[in-house]
């Protein structure tokens, strides 16, 4: 659907975050002719992605009232996908070959996406819209516009009103914890993913490790390198699952989900072993947390639902002044991020028309239905999977946007299966030079690149 002519209109415009999603976001919103402010509690743009050996004094988060440590990265963690799928469409996240402290490699570590991030606010001027140090308290409607509260080293300002507000931020703060039955009375020590950083504090423990994804398998690995043992509890696994895993120090079993906890500090397994553990290191995923937003109870998170959302975008009813950017799951985080931030941008300047109330409502209603009908649970709602190209392809036509492109698409298809198959070696092997030439060519065709692709990929990896 191309975009509607309509008359273009500049609005005030809050963003929420300075992470992936909210320097892009201030771009497109800016490039649109819109005045932005960023706000972000953090002292330097990163988000997520900004490293700190700090964690929460909480270790499993469940006290609302504890200081929030804004990271969840530890420090040995390196992307699960290429870079190249990974970047802004036209702004690539290819190496620097004139920094040689620069990470090259096609599976970079944390530090190289923080620098991408950086580099690319610099090439974009985005800094200059940023207050940094700056927490937003409170967000709420007033007669068609939006108050903001924050505030800055302790003191609240004064508060602000705006057009618009765009949400870039709450979706890794709030751990998810594995509810598991016996767990009060177990004796051992629990932590998230969230507060995890080196394997050090597990030296020769018994540690059990739930969850065995991205982060989950990252950690695991990690943990063996210095811990006694370490068990894996997997939900996708079959309820007999037992399996040793020799990489890297024949330390590690692969088992089914946890049955039940003891005060004697036993776990048993679905699979009927029973292990008797130090620690617990739930990587369970995060929950959806916006706290500083007052919306008259028309918003709620149900179930790690956020509703009522169209498209994981826009409230119906307050829509267009409040929007969200990047609340669903997918591979192509960056690539959703610019994309939704040029639909929202375009759609509050005017040039693009959004449905009415209703017609968004209808279409949730449908949605939710459908995602019912094929038993899909409810907290899955924001998990794409392998329709994450459709929607961003709909998304991209309402703003005139080009659809994904199939190396883009291909990489992230191709990396899951590797990390699925080869979770040991996935980074270093791998068996798709040809999107990642696809890529490259793609780059050097658009003028994005100022050398010839042949150089990186005959170059090494």
């Given at each position: 659907?191309?975009?509607?002519?309509?008359?273009?209109?500049?609005?005030?415009?809050?963003?929420?975050?300075?992470?992936?999603?909210?320097?892009?976001?201030?771009?497109?919103?800016?490039?649109?002719?819109?005045?932005?402010?960023?706000?972000?509690?953090?002292?330097?743009?990163?988000?997520?992605?900004?490293?700190?050996?700090?964690?929460?004094?909480?270790?499993?988060?469940?006290?609302?009232?504890?200081?929030?440590?804004?990271?969840?990265?530890?420090?040995?963690?390196?992307?699960?996908?290429?870079?190249?799928?990974?970047?802004?469409?036209?702004?690539?996240?290819?190496?620097?070959?004139?920094?040689?402290?620069?990470?090259?490699?096609?599976?970079?570590?944390?530090?190289?996406?923080?620098?991408?991030?950086?580099?690319?606010?610099?090439?974009?001027?985005?800094?200059?819209?940023?207050?940094?140090?700056?927490?937003?308290?409170?967000?709420?409607?007033?007669?068609?516009?939006?108050?903001?509260?924050?505030?800055?080293?302790?003191?609240?300002?004064?508060?602000e009103i705006f057009d618009a507000v765009v949400v870039c931020c709450g979706h890794f703060t709030e751990p998810n914890i594995a509810q598991i039955p016996g767990i009060e009375s177990w004796p051992g020590r629990q932590t998230h993913s969230h507060s995890y950083r080196v394997p050090d504090p597990f030296k020769d423990e018994v540690v059990v490790v739930i969850g065995n994804f991205a982060s989950g398998a990252d950690i695991s690995r990690d943990i063996s390198k210095v811990a006694k043992e370490v068990h894996i509890a997997c939900r996708a696994s079959g309820p007999d699952t037992f399996e040793k895993r020799p990489v890297p120090n024949n330390n590690l079993w692969m088992h089914s989900e946890i049955d039940t906890a003891h005060e004697d500090g036993t776990i048993v397994f679905k699979n009927g072993k029973v292990v008797q553990a130090d620690t617990i290191v739930h990587c369970t995923g995060y929950k959806y947390y916006f706290p500083f937003l007052e919306t008259n109870n028309y918003m709620r998170v149900d179930d790690n639902r956020v509703e009522p959302l169209y498209k994981h975008i826009f409230p119906p009813a307050l829509a267009p002044g409040l929007s969200f950017i990047g609340l669903p799951a997918m591979g192509l985080q960056f690539y959703m991020f610019e994309v939704q931030s040029k639909w929202v941008s375009a759609v509050l300047s005017g040039r693009v028309k959004h449905p009415s109330v209703d017609e968004m409502m209808e279409d949730l209603k449908l949605s939710y239905e459908t995602q019912e009908a094929l038993g899909i649970p409810k907290r899955y709602t924001h998990k794409l999977g392998k329709s994450q190209c459709e929607y961003l392809n709909w998304i991209a036509d309402q703003c005139g946007f080009p659809h994904v492109e199939h190396w883009r698409d291909q990489e992230v298809t191709r990396g899951y299966k590797r990390l699925g198959d080869q979770p040991e070696t996935f980074r270093d092997e791998w068996d798709d030079d040809d999107l990642m030439e696809e890529a490259y060519e793609d780059f050097a065709r658009q003028n994005l690149i100022s050398f010839h692709p042949s150089r990186f990929l005959e170059s090494g990896r």
């Open positions: 659907m191309a975009p509607a002519r309509n008359p273009i209109s500049s609005k005030h415009v809050a963003v929420i975050g300075a992470g992936a999603a909210g320097l892009v976001a201030a771009r497109e919103l800016r490039r649109e002719g819109h005045t932005v402010v960023v706000l972000d509690r953090e002292k330097q743009v990163g988000g997520l992605w900004v490293y700190t050996p700090k964690v929460e004094s909480d270790p499993l988060g469940l006290d609302p009232t504890r200081p929030i440590v804004h990271s969840s990265v530890y420090e040995s963690l390196r992307t699960n996908l290429p870079r190249e799928c990974m970047g802004y469409k036209d702004y690539p996240f290819v190496p620097r070959s004139d920094d040689p402290s620069r990470d090259s490699r096609r599976y970079p570590s944390h530090k190289e996406v923080l620098a991408y991030l950086q580099d690319f606010a610099t090439e974009f001027n985005i800094e200059e819209m940023i207050r940094f140090e700056t927490e937003v308290v409170r967000v709420e409607p007033v007669n068609g516009k939006w108050r903001i509260q924050s505030k800055t080293a302790g003191s609240f300002t004064d508060d």
